[in-house]
């Protein structure tokens, strides 16, 4: 399919103190657009002025959320060029999303080579000062102008870019988590493995709560049982128990997230004794008593790596690592990021190149 480009004829004023950027408030010239028509398939793809869309009132996705997203940076080198990380991971991630979602996948290479001339297209909104990123958020809302509850038959697969500051200010700092045992994000057979929208809209009171509370996530627990840990607010969960790691392993409910997957194939690759099994709560509380929880981090695109310094479970609370970033943690984030941004060798082959 050939990409048609229209370009803006009215450029925005890019930020200059590119260190104010924050997260998901400035967005780009241009977006990438393509519709699905049913009996026609995925057409027309284009790349347009960023701009609204517009939707009829009744539109399929603003009553039953059938909608997906995705989540992924673009690079800027020292050398000047652009880079994305796993870009094929998130792409293979976004078509298991559809099938969970019932909507109709797309093809992989396709939306690479596309996401590559949109980026392209916008390279000069890839901020330049350290640890700066140009966010990009591909996702699909289901279209139809009709309020029957059944998979529609037409979608719109949209990517904005989003120029984004550093994700930490002064250091990693830390973060306290209240374990949730309240309310719960996802259960097996549900759809907490998919991104999707709805996911998050679960979470949010159980967000709203903690932070009350003075904590700024909450580690969620399995929607069965309510005892075995699975993810720590939008980000998959890493614990140092002696001297295994742990993550919970994958088991319909937990999102496998591409910082996940490479955090575990790293730390094989420098021989380490990591996991994917099943963590109760019950088992972290006997390792912190015992002294043997050594590290605890989050993992996720926006963060990379999120130390944890505290878990607070039942009123009882457990600093780990006297609250500062453990060394494993320490060493994780510097070479994914390393990677990431260019300053280390891309061993692996996870460095796509844009321009
Ligand atoms: C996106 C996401 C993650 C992290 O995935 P990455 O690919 O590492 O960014 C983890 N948990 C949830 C619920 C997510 O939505």
Redesign the pocket.
């Given at each position: 399919m050939d990409i048609r480009i229209e370009l803006t004829k009215n450029p925005k004023v890019k930020p200059t103190d590119e260190s104010k950027l924050g997260f998901g408030g400035v967005f780009t010239d241009h977006m990438f657009l393509m519709n699905y028509t049913e009996g026609k398939g995925w057409h027309d793809p284009r790349i347009v002025p960023y701009g609204p869309i517009p939707m009829d009132p009744s539109c399929m996705v603003f009553h039953y959320a059938q909608e997906i997203f995705e989540?992924m940076k673009a690079y800027r080198t020292q050398d000047d060029t652009i880079q994305l990380f796993r870009p094929q991971e998130n792409f293979k991630r976004l078509n298991n999303s559809c099938e969970r979602m019932v909507i109709p996948k797309l093809d992989e290479d396709f939306l690479l080579e596309a996401l590559k001339k949109l980026v392209e297209v916008e390279k000069d909104w890839v901020p330049h000062q350290k640890d700066t990123s140009l966010y990009i958020r591909p996702f699909i809302i289901a279209s139809d102008a009709v309020l029957g509850v059944h998979p529609a038959k037409t979608y719109i697969y949209a990517v904005i870019l989003s120029p984004s500051g550093p994700y930490y200010k002064g250091g990693l700092n830390p973060v306290k988590i209240y374990v949730e045992t309240k309310y719960v994000r996802a259960v097996r057979g549900g759809m907490g493995m998919v991104?999707t929208g709805g996911?998050y809209a679960a979470s949010l009171i159980a967000q709203e709560e903690a932070s009350r509370e003075g904590y700024s996530q909450v580690l969620w627990l399995d929607g069965v049982e309510r005892k075995y840990v699975e993810?720590v607010g939008?980000?998959?969960v890493f614990f140092v128990i002696g001297d295994e790691i742990v993550t919970p392993a994958l088991t319909g409910s937990i999102?496998p997230?591409?910082?996940?997957k490479s955090v575990v194939e790293m730390l094989k690759e420098w021989g380490y004794n990591v996991n994917e099994r099943r963590l109760s709560v019950e088992e972290l509380e006997a390792a912190a008593a015992s002294g043997q929880l050594k590290e605890a981090f989050g993992?996720?695109?926006a963060a990379v790596i999120s130390p944890i310094g505290e878990l607070k479970c039942n009123g009882k609370v457990t600093v780990i690592n006297n609250n500062e970033i453990g060394p494993i943690s320490q060493k994780l984030y510097d070479h994914l990021t390393g990677i990431q941004w260019g300053r280390l060798p891309d061993t692996h082959g996870w460095i796509v190149k844009c321009c």
């Open positions: 989540g991104k996911n993810e939008a980000m998959n999102l997230g591409i910082t996940r993992t996720g695109t």
